[in-house]
């Protein structure tokens, strides 16, 4: 593991002459799809995790302040014992090896998504101010996070290029998409809300992955954690946790006025951009970074999309272009 290892090399340096850690063990804790990586650490019936984000590829910064933002929220995230901002290093308490995704079955789904729902409702009540120093969820970014459907996904793995009618019709399906998330109303998104990301620890859940969070609209996280590309439910009991989120949250004052039907509109269509976008991610993460564990993801994203795309003709687009990679 560690032969020409640079990285892991200087951080095992840091943790027995900077932290001082008594002899320890250290291994691969989980994979990511970033550059980031962790290690569990252990050691005399002690466990922790050690974060190693490469300082040239990853920012540890937005992790730590995002960290201390969802800690007073009263969302369970790691602690941060020690850090090292120069070098790329953090020092986590340990929430175990018990995701969602694996722990997630018909008997305590019940159970395991009423804790997430209310753990998504603390997220989203962060206070206006915190909110405003938050990234904007903004049409920009929308925008460039479907655009990888086409490039990575349709142009570079399926080796489909759109004529000019079809690149239009799917264009205009992006700008409805934009109206859509842009018109819903603005909260903080953690932007990974899913199985992988969720731990079964108490209090319950744990949550991970969090540093990308932004300020957008307030049915993202509901989609990833209810529409998830690493496990599929039925629709039936989809709709039941939505309506459940619904009451939750009309009850804080996160929506305000809004009906079963308004939120489901903006969950379908919320859904649609999301997958768009984890779809040409899949994608690149095989062709640019050799991560092809990811295509087995594919189908399942790609379900979701043919299942919603034709209940609204301003998705045409979308629907044909799906046809042709059938």
């Keep these: ?24 063990r250290i291994a691969p804790a989980s994979s990511d799809a970033s550059f980031r990586r962790y290690f569990r650490v252990t ?24 960290s201390r933002l969802l800690e007073s929220l009263g969302v369970h995230v790691p602690e941060v014992l020690e850090q090292d901002i120069g070098n790329g290093f953090l020092l986590l308490s340990d929430f175990g090896s018990q995701q969602y995704l694996d722990q997630l079955n018909d008997s305590i789904a019940g159970r395991l998504y009423g804790d997430a729902l209310q753990s998504l409702i603390r997220m989203q009540l962060c206070p206006e ?20 459907f086409r490039d990575w996904y349709l142009l570079r793995l399926q080796g489909v290029t759109l004529d000019d ?6 264009e205009r399906a992006f700008r409805f998409l934009i109206r859509n998330a842009l018109e819903q109303p603005v909260v903080l998104v953690h932007r990974d809300y899913h199985s992988r990301n969720l731990m079964v620890t108490d209090p319950n859940p744990g949550v991970l992955d969090f540093q990308d969070a932004v300020a957008g609209p307030v049915t993202y996280d509901l989609v990833s954690l209810l529409r998830d590309c690493y496990l599929r439910w039925p629709e039936r009991r989809v709709l039941e946790w939505v309506e459940c989120y619904r009451g939750s949250a009309t009850d804080a004052g996160i929506l305000r006025g809004v009906g079963r039907e308004q939120l489901l509109r903006w969950f379908d269509l919320m859904g649609v951009q999301r997958h768009l976008k984890a779809v040409g991610i899949f994608a690149r993460l095989h062709l640019r970074d050799g991560k ?15 299942a919603v795309c034709p209940r609204y003709p301003e998705l045409a687009g979308v629907t044909a272009v799906l046809k042709e990679v059938a």
Excluded: C, N
Excluded at 47 to 56: E, H, K, L, N
């Design 129 to 148: 101010e915190r909110l405003r120093r938050l990234p904007p969820y903004d049409a920009p970014l929308l925008q460039t996070e479907m655009e990888l």
């Design 292 to 306: 092809s564990g990811y295509l087995g993801d594919i189908p399942r994203t790609l379900d979701y999309l043919r």
């Design 165 to 170: 009618v079809r690149l239009e019709q799917l």
């Design 43 to 66: 050691w005399e019936g002690h466990s922790r995790i050690v974060m190693d984000a490469p300082p040239d590829k990853e920012d540890v910064r937005p992790f730590l302040e995002i």
């Design 1 to 24: 593991m560690e032969q020409g290892d640079t990285r892991l090399i200087r951080l095992r340096r840091w943790l027995s002459e900077e932290l001082d850690l008594p002899p320890y």
